[in-house]
């Protein structure tokens, strides 16, 4: 059965980079001849359904190919999955082998047998990152996963692509893969790399195109060093993209051609605004208003149905309707004809009896001039169950006198955009604001 990603390795030139980092490069012509001789090598894994481990990005990217070209299933296995999840999911998905790579090394381990009747459709198996309880195991097709892929390979000499995602998560694979279908060098960051090592290495790789969180394009912002990138284009998901980091993003990278994508492990690639607002159009939800994909809202909550969609749910549940619509538990309100996201409905705060989203005061703080980034979060309190607390980076420095005049300037900014309940009680100025692998805030609980 042909394999639509090993068969562009074939149409792209042998000698355009492939991957690339700070002490190793690849072309697309090393992996064509890899291929070969690890399908030689490893023959008995041929139609099997392997876990593929690795401790960096580099190192998933210059392997995937390969067991792709043989595996029957191919589970992307995140580094932090606690051992009995891995091995729920290992049985969920019956997995016969564990195939752990390093820089200098490849090792297999053989898990189980299992009885293959017949050829089936390669499949690819990938988790939730378990934000907000235990991750869930979904499987793709890799022509669903390539949908929106751009596959020209002579335009796609012209782009450098840099990854900022972990490549076992779906943000990760979709940079990945676009890469691929188009034939474009990929410039390869790991998650431990310092944000300044990773902006010069994509400066020193010319690199072009870049999707990261909102989250992270902020510490961009912040980097020094960043106004030296070339961007020709700039993509943010995972997380609200906001107007004040949209604005702010247009302002350095003027020539960039900057979207935001609403996209989930569950649900695939749904849409993508590239006006340069917040939000969506609100003519988006509704039948036949975008390929592929149509959009409802019921009770605040925005429900989608694509074809580009998981093929199926191998652990864990989501919540579909008679209609095929997946509730995507992102809370959304109509807005002068625009549908804005509000927050997830599972991250809120019970103050009082009344229900406050994390990222609706995130955005009001963010939009003050003085702020370039905050996290909200619900603290313990005796009488009101929880109290909304924040921490704020802020554009320079607060000294100690200054401290209490700008948590005053926030709380009054705060007071002439949202309820009363919904204000900061408390306020911390902080230097860093920690986020997960897939490049999110990582949420305090």
């Known amino acids: 059965m042909s394999n639509p990603l090993v068969d562009i390795f074939s149409q792209v030139p042998s000698e355009r980079v492939y991957i690339q980092n700070e002490i190793e490069s690849l072309t697309y012509g090393d992996i064509k001849c890899s ?53 729920e999911f290992y049985g969920k998905s019956n997995i016969e082998y564990v195939i752990n790579v390093t820089r200098s090394s490849i090792y297999t381990t053989k898990v189980s047998d299992i009885s293959h009747l017949q050829e089936v459709e390669q499949e690819w198996l990938l988790s939730t990152s378990g934000t907000t309880g235990t991750p869930k195991l979904v499987s793709y097709n890799i022509t669903s996963l390539m949908k929106t892929s751009k596959k020209d390979v002579t335009k796609g000499s012209h782009f450098r692509w840099g990854l900022c995602y972990d490549l076992n998560r779906f943000a990760g694979l979709q940079v990945y893969l676009q890469a691929i279908a188009s034939g474009s060098p990929l410039t390869i960051t790991e998650s431990s790399d310092e944000l300044p090592d990773s902006v010069k ?43 004040t980091v949209l604005s702010s993003l247009k302002k350095h990278y003027e020539r960039s051609h900057i979207v935001h994508i609403y996209a989930s492990t569950e649900a695939g690639v749904g849409f993508s605004v590239k006006d340069g607002l917040e939000g969506f159009p609100a003519d988006f939800v509704g039948p036949s208003k975008l390929s592929s994909v149509e959009l409802k809202i019921a009770d605040s909550i925005l429900w989608i149905k694509s074809d580009r969609a998981a093929s199926a749910i191998l652990n864990g549940s989501i919540t579909i309707d008679d209609d095929g619509f997946v509730n995507t538990g992102d809370i959304v309100e109509i807005k002068h004809g625009r549908i804005l996201f509000i927050g997830r409905d599972s991250g809120a705060i019970n103050v009082g009896g009344n229900k406050v989203i ?4 995130e955005a009001v703080l963010n939009s003050h001039p003085r702020v370039i980034q905050s996290q909200v979060f619900g603290k313990k309190n005796a009488v009101l169950g929880m109290l909304v607390s924040a921490e704020v980076i802020n554009e320079k420095a607060v000294e100690l006198d200054d401290q209490k005049a700008l948590k005053k300037e926030l709380i009054t900014f705060c007071k002439d955009k949202l309820d009363s309940f919904k204000i900061p009680a408390m306020i911390k100025f902080v230097e860093e604001i920690a986020v997960n692998e897939s490049g999110k805030i990582e949420r305090k609980r």
């Open 358 to 361: 994390p990222e609706e005061i």
């Open 35 to 87: 291929i070969t001789q690890f399908s030689e090598d490893y023959a008995y894994l041929a139609g099997k359904n392997c876990a593929l481990v690795a401790h960096s990005r580099f190192e998933i990217a210059k392997f995937l190919p390969l067991i792709a070209s043989v595996a029957n299933k191919v589970f992307l296995q995140p580094k932090c999955l606690k051992e009995e999840v891995q091995n």
């Open 201 to 243: 290495l994509f400066v020193d790789n010319n690199v072009t195109c870049i999707s990261a969180t909102p989250s992270f394009w902020r510490k961009v912002l912040m980097t020094k060093g960043s106004e030296r990138l070339e961007l020709k284009r700039i993509t943010l998901g995972g997380e609200i993209s906001d107007q």
